[in-house]
């Protein structure tokens, strides 16, 4: 084969792999609840909001835990990497040991009103939209305020770098509930109201244990998705969370 088309075979192969490779970048997220009821109570809240229903689609990242392609093996060297790095979860992606957002973390946890309650960092391949790796938040947090957070952050890229958020922060507070026998079954075909299944569990507690149970009191449901450049702070604000995001390219396994 002339030199010219080996080179130009070369070429192409390169173009394809690296069209194929999503670029990779260390994103940290950190989240922070407000806790202050004087200055949420400033809005009217519903007292409770269904859960976000869960991403049905799954991203194919087999590649990422074992690449198939020999041109990924090589993408990976390229990187600093010796091996693909091994996912802890599914999804998201094994958490980093370095936080570098951490004194902003310590700062924002300072103030009395406000609590850090999800702080992590990863490496992930930001992909498009339709590619987008979904990562599952359940937290819940027990302080001035009773707080479950429950949905997704994602991140894809078009032009521009993207955030999307999908959560429902459900606030409760102690109190004493209706009698069970008042309140509808759980999943009750006849209704769709969600405060009645969380006042349900509440009264099943408070009848366990004779006591008050936490009851919602309220909730809003965060779907947001926000243009982003990668080297910056980011800063999404709610009454209820706050959400700080840094995306940075990795350029070798050494910057994380």
């Not at 922070?32 to 991203?59: M, T």
Request: aromatic content about 8%; hydrophobic content about 45%; overall charge negative.
């Amino acid at each position: 084969m002339p030199r010219f088309s080996v080179v130009f075979a070369s070429t192409l192969l390169f173009c394809s792999l690296n069209l194929q490779a999503a670029p990779w970048y260390r994103v940290e997220v950190v989240l922070v609840a407000y806790q202050n009821p004087q200055l949420i109570g400033d809005e009217q809240w519903p007292d409770a909001l269904p859960l976000p229903q869960a991403e049905a689609r799954a991203p194919d990242l087999r590649w990422w835990h074992t690449p198939p392609v020999s041109g990924y093996n090589a993408l990976l060297a390229g990187f600093g990497f010796s091996r693909p790095p091994v996912a802890g979860w599914d999804l998201p992606l094994q958490p980093l040991p370095n936080r570098h957002l951490q004194a902003e973390a310590e700062r924002l946890q300072k103030h009395p009103d406000m609590q850090v309650i999800w702080h992590q960092a990863w490496v992930e391949p930001i992909q498009e939209q339709e590619q987008a790796i979904v990562h599952p938040l359940d937290i819940r947090l027990t302080d001035q305020l009773d707080i479950h957070l429950s949905g997704s952050i994602s991140l894809h890229r078009s032009r521009f770098l993207h955030v999307s958020t999908d959560i429902v922060v459900q606030h409760f507070e102690p109190s004493l509930v209706p009698a069970l026998a008042d309140l509808q079954p759980l999943n009750s075909p006849i209704r769709s109201d969600y405060r009645t299944d969380l006042l349900t569990q509440a009264a099943i507690a408070s009848s366990a244990s004779e006591e008050t149970a936490p009851v919602p009191v309220r909730a809003a449901h965060i779907q947001q998705s926000r243009r982003m450049r990668s080297g910056e702070l980011h800063y999404i604000d709610h009454p209820l969370l706050g959400i700080v995001v840094k995306v940075v390219p990795v350029t070798d396994a050494s910057s994380l």
